[in-house]
């Protein structure tokens, strides 16, 4: 897919996730006033954070598809690094109120006026948190968004919330088993709190130039050594920003090539590469096989040799 499609695909679901967050948040206010509802105004507080988090990840996505500038020769990839970061905050926001919510309920004995205007409406909010859902999946399927993929995850956290909410007001209407609105609450809370880490833990690596996944750099390897006239890859070196791969080599030719010859078969590289990833900059740094210099594999490893 190309990159204009890519990002509009992008804008598309940015557009779509702050069209609901403010729909839902309306709506769980209206739901919340009427039942007095302490679950549903919690949800409701939720969505508000979920409008300043998918305003994040507009901003983010829109940012990062800015084209390269002689100040930012790799583009603004990174953006949507930082707007995951500014998710998984919102995200663990989220699961310390539910937390604060479940004790306050434990301490406090408070009273729902009327279940059924909560459950309708909340089951209206899950319906629409399923079908934005459903459109952001897709968009990262397609685009490998990491901003995106961030604005995902929260509203995940946002529908099983409103599960929560639904079954803890049918719990409460019909057995009123109180112990359970608590432990569905720390429960989500745990769940919200784990997503969030593992959400920070890619962005840090993306901001920190960690290595792409070690399948993907095999792939690379072999792509690259099936070539035929290369004799030797190393110094193989990549790193994410956003949806687009960095990916930088030494690929090893026959030095008795002539500098047309090596460059032909390095394009032949490249755009093979690029055909399984079609966003990614590949750079080719030619040497001539058997060459002894001072190379960063040779680094890692803690050797000097050349």
Same mark, same amino acid.
């Given at each position: 897919?190309?990159?204009?499609?890519?990002?509009? @695909?992008?804008?598309? *679901? %940015? $557009? &779509? /996730?702050?069209?609901? =967050?403010? !729909?839902?948040?309306? @709506?769980?206010?209206? *739901? %919340? $006033? &009427? /039942?007095?509802?302490? =679950?549903? !105004?919690?949800?409701?507080?939720?969505?508000?954070?979920? $409008? &300043?988090?998918?305003?994040?990840?507009?901003?983010?996505?829109?940012?990062?598809?800015?084209?390269?500038?002689?100040?930012?020769?790799?583009?603004?990839?990174?953006?949507?690094?930082?707007?995951?970061?500014?998710?998984?905050?919102?995200?663990?926001?989220?699961?310390?109120?539910?937390?604060?919510?479940?004790?306050?309920?434990?301490?406090?004995?408070?009273?729902?006026?009327?279940?059924?205007?909560?459950?309708?409406?909340?089951?209206?909010?899950?319906?629409?948190?399923?079908?934005?859902?459903?459109?952001?999946?897709?968009?990262?399927?397609?685009?490998?968004?990491?901003?995106?993929?961030?604005?995902?995850?929260?509203?995940?956290?946002?529908?099983?919330?409103?599960?929560?909410?639904?079954?803890?007001?049918?719990?409460?209407?019909?057995?009123?088993?109180?112990?359970?609105?608590?432990?569905?609450?720390?429960?989500?809370?745990?769940?919200?709190?784990?997503?969030?880490?593992?959400?920070?833990?890619?962005?840090?690596?993306?901001?920190?130039?960690?290595?792409?996944?070690?399948?993907?750099?095999?792939?690379?390897?072999?792509?690259?050594?099936?070539?035929?006239?290369?004799?030797?890859?190393?110094?193989?070196?990549?790193?994410?920003?956003?949806?687009?791969?960095?990916?930088?080599?030494?690929?090893?030719?026959?030095?008795?090539?002539?500098?047309?010859?090596?460059?032909?078969?390095?394009?032949?590289?490249?755009?093979?590469?690029?055909?399984?990833?079609?966003?990614?900059?590949?750079?080719?740094?030619?040497?001539?096989?058997?060459?002894?210099?001072?190379?960063?594999?040779?680094?890692?490893?803690?050797?000097?040799?050349?």
């Amino acid at each position: 897919m190309s990159s204009i499609s890519n990002n509009k @695909l992008q804008n598309l *679901a %940015a $557009i &779509a /996730s702050i069209t609901t =967050a403010a !729909l839902l948040c309306a @709506l769980k206010a209206g *739901a %919340a $006033i &009427a /039942s007095g509802s302490l =679950a549903v !105004l919690s949800s409701m507080i939720d969505s508000l954070s979920d $409008i &300043a988090a998918s305003l994040i990840t507009y901003i983010a996505v829109r940012f990062a598809q800015k084209p390269m500038s002689y100040t930012h020769r790799y583009g603004y990839g990174r953006a949507e690094s930082i707007s995951a970061l500014f998710q998984a905050a919102f995200i663990i926001g989220s699961a310390l109120f539910i937390i604060y919510d479940a004790a306050d309920r434990f301490f406090h004995n408070k009273l729902i006026a009327d279940t059924t205007i909560g459950i309708a409406v909340m089951f209206i909010c899950l319906l629409c948190t399923v079908m934005l859902l459903l459109l952001q999946r897709y968009v990262i399927k397609k685009t490998q968004s990491l901003a995106i993929k961030a604005d995902s995850q929260h509203y995940l956290v946002d529908l099983l919330s409103n599960a929560a909410v639904i079954i803890s007001l049918l719990v409460v209407q019909y057995w009123h088993w109180k112990w359970f609105d608590i432990l569905t609450a720390i429960i989500i809370a745990l769940y919200l709190i784990f997503n969030a880490y593992a959400l920070a833990k890619q962005a840090l690596n993306e901001l920190t130039d960690a290595e792409l996944a070690e399948p993907i750099k095999q792939h690379i390897l072999q792509t690259a050594l099936a070539e035929k006239g290369v004799m030797g890859v190393h110094d193989l070196r990549t790193r994410c920003a956003g949806t687009q791969m960095f990916i930088e080599m030494h690929v090893e030719f026959d030095g008795k090539q002539t500098l047309y010859q090596t460059h032909d078969l390095s394009e032949k590289i490249e755009n093979r590469i690029m055909r399984d990833f079609p966003t990614a900059q590949v750079i080719i740094h030619q040497d001539p096989y058997g060459i002894k210099e001072r190379r960063i594999d040779h680094e890692i490893k803690g050797s000097c040799q050349l």
